[in-house]
Each structure stands twice: as C-alpha cells, then as structure tokens.
Nanobody
Framework: QVQVVESGGGLVQAGGSLRLSCAAS????????LGWFRQAPGKEREFVAA???????YYADSVKGRSTISRDNAKNTVYLQMNSLKPEDTAVYFC?????????????????WGQGTQVTVSS
C-alpha cells in the first residue's frame, strides 16, 4: 500500500498561486489513482481533483480552470497547481491514493491519506 506525504501549503494573498506536492512511497506508484481533497473548518472534506494512471484528470467545479493536477511517475509525486486563489480556497489539503477505479470524488474509496497541508488565502 502506498503512503503519501503532502507539502507546499502556506499563506498567500487572493489572486496568488501555490503548488502543492504529494510524495508517495512504493514501487507501484504508477498504478495508483491520486486525488486531492480539502477540508475547511466546520465543513466536510470535499473533492478537489484526481488523476488516473493514464493521466486522465478530474476537477471539482469550484477549482476547474484555476487548478491543474499532474503526476511525475519517475519521482513518485503528484502536484496540484492552484492559481487565482480565493479566500474560500482556505482549507487543509489532503492527498489520497487508491488502487481501483470507481467514484473518484468519494473520499471513502481512497486507501491511503496524508496528514494534510494548510493553505490560507488572505483577502
């Protein structure tokens, strides 16, 4: 089972950009679907983006057009580039991995989770 660790969060002004990284362990990284979720205080964890082993990508409507998910299988790393950030993007961002297809927006279907990285967007 792959393990994942997020990095790259921080404080940014509205309109700015951040790139989150998720480093994964394991030799079978290229067989996993990777996803990003986020959770704001008092809210449920929500889907942000996902990328399959064939590099098909999926986005939540709230970030579509502003974010790009990508993966580098040679580095066992998945990235989330976020642009035009808004205060409502403030949340803890989690990376997650799964080995089987299904509902990529369903958090409960992911096998492995990181501890999260805080993203704060000031107005």
């Amino acid at each position: 089972q792959v393990q994942v660790v997020e990095s790259g969060g921080g404080l940014v002004q509205a309109g700015g950009s951040l790139r989150l990284s998720c480093a994964a362990s394991g030799r079978t990284f290229n067989r996993y679907i990777l996803g990003w979720f986020r959770q704001a205080p008092g809210k449920e964890r929500e889907f942000v983006a996902a990328i399959t082993w064939s590099r098909d990508t999926y986005y939540a409507d709230s970030v579509k057009g502003r974010s790009t998910i990508s993966r580098d299988n040679a580095k066992n790393t998945v990235y989330l580039q976020m642009n035009s950030l808004k205060p409502e993007d403030t949340a803890v961002y989690f990376c997650a991995a799964r080995s089987v297809p299904g509902n990529l927006k369903a958090a409960y279907e992911y096998d492995s989770w990181g501890q999260g990285t805080q993203v704060t967007v000031s107005s």
